[in-house]
């Protein structure tokens, strides 16, 4: 007998059309916001600003321990279940069901959640980097939540992070973890070539502290800012010369001139015989292109790899 094949949510690399998903990513994107904010006004300051990322979990994402003054929390998003859960080091565990609701709520109800645990964390209460910004306690527009396409965004990115996760051992000098920004949505993994990098024109606190050293960085984002579908993307910063006519794996690889990254997009990746060894190519050969052109310390940096 044939082997049954996989529901669309249980498949590792799932279709996820962006325009029939579009209303639940953009509300979705605005609740990883507020958690995330919650992550970084209690997290003790890192680099690159490390402390304010999520993390692709066995249910979901999550902002892994966060202290407070009953010991630690963590808050995880559960894309199985379709729960949001706060869980504390003294065993206390709430819960906020994932559902059609408003920014607004959402964000009224996971503080209103977290006042009861006595965890009162002040953030900036709008989001960022998204055009027409409104404040999480007006927003009233963004109110969309379809479990099955949540699912599918959270199935890619746990495989997405299993590939990136391998692409990172294979570097031994300075590496992010693999972490998921709430800011673009995206989850990514950045190597470093340990020299400062100069300063960028009209950057602003964040971006100057994000590239204050050379990286060259590997992604996933479901989609937008001219992209109109989920991809993967490579850059290095700050971009060397002759980086964006380097010849970059797979074939269907293509550098995008305004973003200033190369893209992979992902159902050119999800339809190769193995999703993850395109992955795997264009990750490498982007990285390539950055380290060869930008003089890194290759021998330095890189774990050598048997043939």
Not at 17 to 29: G, K
Request: proline letters at 9%; one cysteine or more; charged letters at 20%.
């Amino acid at each position: 007998m044939a082997p049954a094949m996989p529901r669309p949510s249980d498949d590792p690399w799932p279709p996820l059309p962006l325009a029939e998903w579009q209303d639940t990513y953009a509300t979705l994107h605005l609740w990883t916001q507020v958690v995330g904010k919650v992550r970084m006004a209690l997290s003790p300051p890192l680099n690159h600003f490390w402390h304010v990322t999520l993390y692709v979990c066995a249910r979901g994402l999550t902002t892994s321990a966060i202290p407070f003054s009953g010991g630690i929390f963590e808050i995880r998003f559960d894309f199985i279940d379709h729960a949001l859960l706060v869980e504390t080091s003294d065993g206390t565990t709430r819960r906020l069901p994932l559902a059609p609701r408003s920014v607004a709520d959402f964000y009224g109800d996971l503080f209103g959640l977290l006042a009861s645990l006595d965890i009162h964390p002040k953030i900036a209460a709008h989001p960022d980097e998204v055009p027409n910004p409104i404040p999480f306690a007006e927003d009233r527009v963004h109110a969309s939540y379809d479990p099955e396409y949540a699912r599918r965004f959270w199935r890619i990115l746990v495989s997405a992070d299993s590939v990136f996760q391998e692409f990172r051992g294979r570097f031994i000098a300075k590496s992010s973890p693999v972490h998921f920004f709430w800011g673009a949505c995206d989850l990514a993994v950045t190597r470093f070539s340990g020299r400062r990098a100069p300063p960028r024109p009209g950057a602003d606190a964040v971006q100057s502290e994000a590239y204050s050293h050379e990286v060259s960085s590997v992604g996933f984002w479901p989609g937008g800012g001219g992209v109109d579908g989920p991809a993967f993307y490579s850059y290095a910063a700050p971009e060397p010369a002759g980086f964006r006519e380097r010849k970059i794996l797979p074939g269907a690889a293509f550098y995008h001139s305004t973003l200033g990254e190369f893209i992979l997009m992902y159902d050119d990746a999800r339809r190769a015989s193995s999703p993850r060894e395109s992955i795997l190519d264009f990750a490498q050969s982007a990285y390539d292109a950055a380290a060869d052109l930008g003089r890194w310390d290759r021998e330095a940096c890189e774990r050598q790899r048997t043939p």
